[in-house]
């Protein structure tokens, strides 16, 4: 039996288009499930319903499964297996946007660099998470003490960095006499395009400043809003799509059948009309970044640490609580929508419906545990920056100050029934040295306010602020989550 997605005989159509027409006019680092369900996906859309012949050089930097997975795609000529769950069908694609795959375990750091300095390359797109640009949380500037980027800087031919790849290939062009390209971040990072720029501008400074200045004003580096739920692909994942497509694909990813792709229209060397199969191209992708953090990701932690809390595994769960859909509901258009200022004409109450329809959806197993991790880095965003908004215009945000308290609770490691929490989290031996030493929750609400990069120091001294979140705690406390939730909406 022939199991290769290429030539088996499989009744869910491969691509229409002849894709020996592809040129790879796009490189792109970091060919992970996000970018095969997202970016990968609207070019695919495009070719099937244009003449476009914008095809992707796929390029994966780390080893072990990075590699594998190149090796997978090019052992099924490039083709790979998108399934759309949605509450009640799965719909397959089998997408046809790659050209090449390149990894330097088999190819080389040459292959690459020559690949992005190619003339015919006119963007190099990145999915490599935030981790991935290198730059000091901090600052925001370049971190120039991280390892990938010291050995690019005394060894440039040959980086470990995406950012080291990028500089190298830029560094190329320019002694060729080709244009630059657009840097064209498509990573989940507020303001992405400003902090590709800040990398690639602190690392081509450090090898030549002449090289820097050529960059700033040859290169663009747009700023994207990407939204779609992509889920890591598990054994039993890729078992059910294989099942339902006929032969197996270890390049299959499965994701919710919403996408959403915001883009700043500022590329130098060309463009394909992503429009066309979906994507919205504006002046400013800002107000549409702070719409998603706020709403979505924002409604995100508010279930994931009250439906842990509340003993739901993942946030479809939360969500056949009706108590926590009206809250998700009331949060996203009470408290969240009036911090935002939209362009003419946005529906966010429209939004606000399709993100709980999002949420509601079972075939997304997206636990409430992997939303809850990292919650330092995502409530000054989420949740804090929208209370000191309602905090200057004396409004209410009991909503938002239960989201805080969950956080709170959530973090003490310990869950309603007396279970150890696995809290992942850069702070979490902080969190753990505030437990041992603050027994109540007035006391550890107290501690925890103290972290003053997660609160600053306005909120840790504001007495509204204080009194609202110690209340919800005391409530997450004597009542628990499910109490807590349902008490909102009375």
């Not at 270890?250 to 130098?268: S, Y």
């Amino acid at each position: 039996m022939d199991n290769n997605l290429a030539t088996a005989q499989i009744s869910t159509p491969r691509p229409r288009r002849d894709r020996s027409r592809l040129v790879s006019r796009i490189v792109h680092l970091g060919c992970g499930a996000f970018h095969r369900a997202h970016q990968a996906l609207y070019t695919h859309h495009l070719l099937e319903s244009s003449d476009s012949d914008w095809g992707i050089c796929e390029v994966n930097l780390m080893p072990g499964n990075d590699a594998t997975l190149i090796q997978n795609l090019k052992a099924q000529d490039l083709l790979y297996t998108v399934a759309e769950r949605g509450a009640q069908t799965t719909e397959l694609k089998i997408i046809g946007s790659m050209k090449e795959a390149l990894h330097p375990e088999f190819d080389g750091c040459e292959a690459i660099i020559h690949a992005m300095a190619r003339p015919e390359t006119a963007i190099v797109s990145l999915t490599i998470t935030e981790k991935g640009y290198c730059t000091d949380a901090a600052s925001g500037e370049l971190d120039l003490n991280h390892p990938f980027i010291q050995h690019d800087i005394a060894h440039p031919q040959s980086p470990k960095s995406a950012i080291g790849y990028i500089v190298e290939a830029l560094a190329l062009r320019r002694q060729q006499g080709l244009n630059a390209f657009t840097v064209l971040s498509c990573d989940n990072v507020r303001e992405n395009g400003h902090v590709a720029k800040t990398a690639v501008l602190g690392l081509a400074a450090e090898r030549d400043p002449h090289l820097a200045e050529w960059i700033a004003e040859q290169a663009t580096f747009p700023c994207t809003m990407v939204d779609r739920i992509v889920p890591a692909a598990t054994e039993e994942t890729l078992g059910q799509i294989a099942e339902q497509l006929g032969v197996y694909d270890p390049c299959a990813i499965a994701c919710e059948p919403f996408r959403q792709w915001v883009i700043e229209d500022n590329f130098v060397n060309g463009r394909p009309d992503w429009d066309l199969a979906g994507a919205q191209f504006v002046e400013d992708v800002v107000p549409f970044e702070m719409m998603k953090l706020r709403m979505l990701n924002g409604s995100h932690s508010f279930l994931a640490y009250l439906g842990y809390l509340g003993g739901y595994e993942t946030i479809a769960d939360t969500m056949t609580n009706p108590a926590y859909r009206n809250a998700a509901l009331a949060l996203m258009l009470d408290e969240q929508a009036p911090t935002l200022s939209m362009p003419e004409g946005t529906d966010l109450a429209g939004y606000a419906e399709l993100l709980i329809a999002r949420f509601t959806n079972p075939a997304l197993k997206h636990r409430t545990w992997q939303i809850a991790m990292d919650g330092s880095q995502k409530l000054p965003q989420r949740l804090l920056d929208p209370i000191r908004l309602h905090l200057a215009r004396g409004e209410d945000y009991r909503h938002l100050a239960l989201g805080v308290a969950a956080w709170m609770r959530y973090v003490s490691g310990v869950d309603e029934k007396n279970n150890p929490i696995d809290v992942v989290d850069p702070l979490a031996a902080r969190y753990q040295a505030i437990n041992q030493q603050y027994l109540s929750p007035e006391e550890r609400v107290r501690a925890l306010l103290t972290i003053d990069t997660i609160f600053g120091t306005d909120l840790s001294d504001n007495t509204d602020f204080i009194k609202r979140v110690t209340a919800a705690c005391q409530q997450l406390h004597s009542v628990g989550a499910r109490a807590a939730v349902a008490a909102l909406n009375h």
